[in-house]
């Protein structure tokens, strides 16, 4: 397995750190019931980071109340970086398979995120996909019933994203008015519908998802093609940000407005 560069690693620390300052709400304290409802809305080797940093964190301050704030986050996030990370990197030129190897638990769990944060874009769309099965895309207005979400990716080189490297990354035509862009939205909001929109059943699984697509893409956004009314009924919805090499990935599918 390759190399894997410490900023890597301590950008997947810096993650968890967030999820745990946002999950204590506005007074931006977190204590373990905060905590535990966040990390119900997460899966796999990510839930565990944010559990186990929380651990951490709460160990390092010795502190009986379990409540973290702001500051004992980022004294954590520096023990981390120089103990956990930066210690392991002993020729300073990323960490080796056998450095990893040497590493605890916790660092050990922050470079399997980070590895997974550096999967392909394609790969994360097919990921993508399988977490949004069942899922039904109802939103924007929509006439349509019963539409799924599917995976979408494109190659590129993107640094960022944005109307125009989507036009440029899809080849679109923007003289042609099927092919103009019509609506770009906030990811966020279009997700906490989506959460809205399901059954307390599929909640978590929606929750998910968000999760998933917000923890390694980039500059997420939601993009409407087709002018309207003019590009005709069908507009395709693209829900898409950067993957970490540079290709556009997310998920995409249809809304009807007649």
Excluded: C
């Amino acid at each position: 397995m390759s190399r894997i560069a410490k900023s890597e690693v301590n950008a997947a620390f810096e993650w968890a750190a967030a999820q745990i300052i946002e999950a204590g709400g506005r007074d931006k304290i977190t204590s373990r019931a905060e905590i535990r409802r966040k990390i119900a809305e997460l899966t796999g080797a990510e839930r565990d980071l944010v559990d186990f940093f929380y651990r951490f964190i709460v160990r390092l301050d010795g502190n009986p109340s379990e409540r973290v704030d702001r500051g004992d986050v980022e004294r954590a996030l520096v023990v981390a970086r120089e103990q956990l990370v930066a210690a392991f990197d002993t020729n300073d030129n990323g960490l080796s398979t056998d450095e990893v190897a040497a590493m605890p638990p916790l660092g050990r769990l922050a470079v399997k995120v980070a590895r997974h944060r550096q999967r392909s874009g394609e790969e994360l769309a097919n990921h993508f996909e399988a977490l949004a099965q069942n899922l039904v895309f109802d939103d924007f207005g929509t006439e349509l019933t019963n539409e799924q979400l599917l995976s979408f990716h494109a190659p590129a080189q993107l640094e960022s994203l944005t109307a125009q490297s989507f036009v440029a990354t899809l080849g679109l035509n923007i003289d042609d008015p099927t092919q103009r862009i019509a609506r770009i939205e906030s990811a966020a909001d279009f997700f906490r519908r989506l959460v809205e929109h399901h059954t307390p059943g599929q909640t978590a699984q929606a929750v998910a998802l968000a999760q998933a697509m917000q923890s390694t893409l980039s500059d997420l956004q939601v993009y409407i093609v087709g002018a309207d009314p003019e590009g005709g009924p069908i507009h395709p919805v693209y829900i898409v940000g950067v993957a970490a090499d540079g290709s556009l990935a997310g998920l995409r599918a249809r809304v009807r407005w007649s």
